[in-house]
């Protein structure tokens, strides 16, 4: 089928109780690993790229080759702009052919954010394009962005923050980081059940790599219907490599690496989809 966009799989997550998985893909055996994890669970999947992956790969490739994986493939497939850096970034997003963008103010003060995201929805409105917005800071490193203290999402501000930009998601702050965790970290959970009450849209957590099983687990069942993924399956990718050079040194075809790295990206993703409970859901 067709890439679709973010709207009707996350409605449905909302709904059911589960959430999507989304995951950053950095070449092409990552995305197509991504998409055969999605098929053999039935479970409807997002693709997502950062501003520096778009950087190193451009907007037009990444859409092509997910546009080729997802028309072959029975489930539902999204390919999303994460962390959009720009207004000018997303529209050329919406121009190559993404289905789903995330513009990302919350590095700005809640007016400045809440201008920024809805010039952005308000263009991707227009092109039946689902947006992404985020309120309250992430911690660590994600691209360019890095936040200087975690800084968790106001419930009240979240309710004024989607009606006045009428995004279709929304990404709050509750404690997690971008990266993997130095420590354990203080989730505020409570936080989720706090905010999906005043709040319309489906909530997306960030900064899920090196959660625990059971974190995820409780920020899906308190309203979380999107997670994303991406430090973890780059890591699964390079190690994979790593083992195979340190095995057998000799190794010089990168298709050979390529193998391996498909293989060790699509058993992460499958963990990470029943995990969060988006298996079977595309049946």
Request: charged fraction near 25%.
């Amino acid at each position: 089928m067709s890439l679709v966009t973010s709207e009707q799989m996350l409605l449905d997550a909302q709904k059911g109780g589960y959430a999507v998985g989304a995951f950053n893909v950095e070449n092409m055996e990552m995305l197509k690993a991504v998409v055969a994890a999605a098929e053999e669970l039935r479970a409807p999947v997002m693709l997502q790229t950062t501003p520096s992956t778009v950087k190193y790969g451009t907007l037009e490739t990444y859409y092509a080759m997910a546009a080729a994986e997802a028309e072959k493939a029975t489930v539902p497939v999204c390919l999303h702009l994460d962390h959009g850096s720009s207004y000018e970034l997303v529209l050329q997003a919406i121009r190559a052919g993404y289905t789903s963008v995330m513009i990302d103010g919350s590095h700005l003060d809640f007016e400045s954010n809440i201008a920024l995201t809805k010039r952005a929805a308000d263009a991707a409105r227009a092109c039946n394009i689902t947006v992404e917005g985020e309120l309250g800071k992430v911690g660590g490193k994600e691209d360019d962005l890095e936040a200087e203290a975690d800084n968790n999402t106001d419930p009240m501000q979240a309710k004024e923050f989607v009606e006045r930009t009428g995004v279709h998601s929304l990404a709050i702050g509750i404690g997690t980081a971008h990266g993997f965790y130095a420590t354990t970290p203080v989730l505020d959970k409570e936080r989720i059940s706090e905010v999906k009450e005043l709040v319309s849209v489906p909530l997306v957590l960030h900064g899920a790599s090196g959660l625990s099983d059971e974190d995820v687990r409780e920020c899906v069942s308190r309203g979380m219907c999107k997670v994303n993924f991406a430090t973890e399956l780059r890591v699964a990718y390079t190690d994979a490599g790593k083992k195979l050079l340190k095995d057998h040194p000799d190794t010089f075809d990168p298709k050979k690496l390529g193998t391996v790295g498909m293989e060790a990206v699509k058993q992460f993703v499958k963990n990470r989809i029943l995990v969060c409970g988006c298996d079977h859901k595309a049946d």
